[in-house]
């Protein structure tokens, strides 16, 4: 299981996403928020136990415009275990508990006057540990943003974002480039990666009630593998009940890439967000 999820670690971190998480209910104005993630994996032998937090908000500027940030917290626990190989030696592996912050994110978001579009640059600082093992296994549990926990790499992010409402229909989307460059010492990797992520959701609401379904997927434009292999995609959903200034909310979100399903059958999780208008 540690070679599986090793490898789906390393493969999808080449196709690392946009910071925008789009199995959040898109708050608008100011907000903060708070997300906990955990995933179901295929086979767990080790009793893996992962657990991701990311505290995130915005906040709403007097011309329209927001701020936006954002920090996962990962814990990972694994108990000791004894395996006995094919040869007859028997070793055993002490417990291993672990916890750390993945990468800080802060963006500026710029809305289009009249129009359903915004405008968003960003940086995703370096914070994540090499000698940790928890930022990393924190992909794991939340891979739609795989560069939050990426050591020794800055991301730049451009993204363009599109909200459509009519009636009780939502629909949004997501697209732009991220460019992940590299700040540590390891010689493994490129030292600039170009990755091309996008999104869409859609969903209703009734009342204070809303639930939608949706796709992400992002594209690995610096790489020399064949064309599918530089595709990574999931589909999910998301429910949500505004209660007040207070929305929690369910998603659930499933690989459809063959990487990831090697090691995962679905992610889960709850959210919070409290609108701070």
């Known amino acids: 299981m540690r070679i599986v999820i090793t490898g789906m670690l390393l493969t999808a971190c080449i196709f690392s996403a946009f910071a925008q998480d789009i199995w959040m209910p898109q708050q608008k104005g100011s907000f903060i928020s708070a997300e906990y993630f955990a995933p179901s994996l295929k086979e767990n032998p080790y009793n893996i136990d992962i657990h991701t937090i990311v505290l995130s908000g915005a906040i709403e500027l007097n011309n329209g415009n927001r701020f936006k940030f954002d920090l996962p917290i990962v814990w990972y626990y694994q108990p000791a ?12 592996m002490p417990e291993e508990k672990s916890n ?24 995703r600082l370096p914070m994540a540990s090499e000698t940790q093992p928890a930022p990393m296994m924190g992909a794991i549990a939340d891979y739609d943003r795989l560069e939050m926990y990426v050591p020794d790499y800055l991301t730049l992010n451009f993204l363009i974002n599109v909200r459509k409402e009519a009636d009780n229909y939502f629909l949004i989307a997501h697209f732009g480039p991220s460019f992940l460059i590299r700040t540590g010492s390891s010689t493994t990797g490129n030292g600039l990666e170009m990755l ?31 064309f599918a292999d530089r595709f990574i995609h999931q589909i999910g959903a998301v429910a949500s009940l505004k209660v007040d200034k207070f929305q929690p909310n369910l998603f659930i979100r499933a690989p459809i890439d063959k990487n990831l399903e090697q090691a995962l059958n679905f992610v889960y999780g709850i959210g919070l967000t409290y609108d701070l208008q």
Request: net charge negative; charged share 10%.
């Open 81 to 92: 275990f004894t395996q006995t190989l094919f040869s007859g030696y028997t070793y055993t």
């Open 100 to 123: 750390g912050v993945g990468n800080f994110s802060f963006s500026y978001e710029i809305f289009r006057p009249g129009t359903n579009v915004s405008y968003e640059i960003g940086v």
């Open 196 to 226: 091309l992520a996008g999104s869409v959701q859609g969903g209703i609401y009734i009342q204070n009630f809303s639930f939608s379904m949706g796709y992400s997927g992002r594209f690995d434009a610096s790489d020399n593998m064949d």
